[in-house]
């Protein structure tokens, strides 16, 4: 016979059940708390990822912006003195020329969706992009080539921009002391809203030369040779100045009339290249940003060294204005491999720019390309030089997954073959519609200014006012003779050696 439970046992019962039910339900209420709370941290995660990513983004791209003063003090150094003011003008406006440019077209044709050859989205101003903070609504399927980076949208074409202005700001070195002020400007126009951006778009915005394999991390071939064979296009249209070459073929020197301002020019684009290059990570990547940045100055550090090594060679001195354009040499040929190699390869990077740069300076004035302050010898010989070098130095190892590795560490030829292709395909392309671009200005507004004008100096032709008037003097004739540091520049140059000199 089976007894009946007493009622004390079934209250008991009824109690542990109500309390187990209890647990059962914080516990539930517990994980979900835990949920909650880890994506909470780990979307604040996230978001102070992106603002570190964007601060550094920003930072970098100041760093490149800051740039334009280095160009400036670079290329009036190494100009005359009468002619200064123009120069310092040139450098001012390019970039408003270069943001205006690239905001209303040359972002659009560079990172737009379209096809292989040109973006075909996004045109006629940045479009798509006033909601988002970062990445997602932003893109609306029209700059994906960009999507990569993390970082809001306004600090890539803030970065981008930089770059933009950097490869006009190199026409300006080459074509300096004649040119015509507005025709200058209406080329900047044109090559930040159109020639750049297309090889851009083909290199670095999913273009045909990015799916052909061609890496151009941060712009040797982007940039520099684009900049520098727009430049050449200039300087072929232009002819030399006044006095540089003789009847006889022999190079009349035409110093520039501050070393002082070339140097401090150059020391602050080094300085600058640490956002140049670095910054090109479009994220604040610890190992990666730290490696590069040594890259970057271990090849212009190199550079300096062997071009003082080789002018002191061929030229009997140590010529400053060599030295200067070497350690510029260095930083613009590794612009490309900068992410890829070691920092030993950026050591034979440098080393082989700084001395190439040399030999490059006299090759151009001994076939009468006159070049004021090395534009061509720096930003086009040595990117070309520095993109090849991705096809020789690059190791798969060190950014897993991207180049492979190059010739001289087993790769073979795949990859410089890539390199090679895209250095001959931008510099055709580039150079070709340079020319034309160059022809119709000529055309329709002049490019050069009159002999008058070239003789008495650009800065009171095109400006009206004198970089130094306080030293200013005339000459019989009614010119002025403020460009070679106050001397008459037929006997300051008698005084110089007729080796080439910028």
Known sequence: MIKKPRLWVAAAGAAFGMLLLAKLGHAEEAAETTVAFTAAMAEQIANTKIALDTVWVLIAGMLVFFMNLGFAMVESGLARSKNCVNILAKNFVVFG???????????????????????????????????????????????????????????????????????????????????????????????????????????????????????DFAGSTVVHSVGGWAALAGVIMLGPRIGKYTKEGHVNPLPGHSMTSATLGVLVLWFGWFGFNPGSTMAA?????????????????????????????????????????????????????????????????????????????????????????????????????????????????????????????????????????GVVAAGVYTLTISLLFWAIIKAVMGLRVTPEEEIEGLDIGEHGNSAYPDFSHSVPGGMHAVGSGGHSQPAYAAQMSTQAVR
């Open 285 to 421: 990547s610890a190992g990666d940003i730290a490696r590069i940045a040594v890259t970057t100055n271990m090849a212009a550090a190199a550079a300096a060294i062997s071009s003082t090594a080789v002018a002191w060679l061929l030229l009997g001195k140590p010529d400053l204005s060599m030295i200067l354009n070497g350690c510029l040499a260095g930083l613009v040929a590794i612009t490309a491999p900068c992410a890829f190699v070691s920092v030993g390869s950026s050591v034979i990077i440098g080393l082989l720019a700084g001395a190439l740069v040399v030999f490059a300076v006299l090759f151009f004035d001994k076939v009468h390309l006159d070049d004021p302050v090395g534009a061509l010898s720096v930003h086009l010989v040595c990117g070309v030089f520095g993109t090849i070098c991705v096809g020789l130095f690059a190791q798969d190892s060190i950014m897993p997954n991207t180049t492979g590795d190059g010739l001289l560490f087993g790769g073979g030829m795949k990859l410089l073959m890539a390199q090679s292709m």
């Open 97 to 215: 020329c270069s943001s205006l440019a690239f905001y209303v077209l040359g972002w659009g044709l560079m990172f737009g969706n379209g096809n292989s050859i040109i973006g075909t989205e996004g045109l006629l101003f940045v479009s798509g992009v006033d909601n988002s903070p970062a990445m997602g609504d932003a893109y609306q399927g029209v700059y994906t080539s960009i999507a990569w980076a993390g970082v809001p949208i306004w600090a890539k074409f803030f970065f981008q921009l930089v770059f933009a202005g950097t490869a006009a700001t190199i026409v300006s070195g080459a074509v300096a002391e004649r040119i015509k002020f507005l025709s200058f400007i209406a080329f900047s126009f044109v090559i930040v809203g159109i020639i750049y951006p297309i090889t851009g778009h083909w290199i670095w915005g999913g273009g045909w030369l990015q799916t052909a394999g061609m890496w």
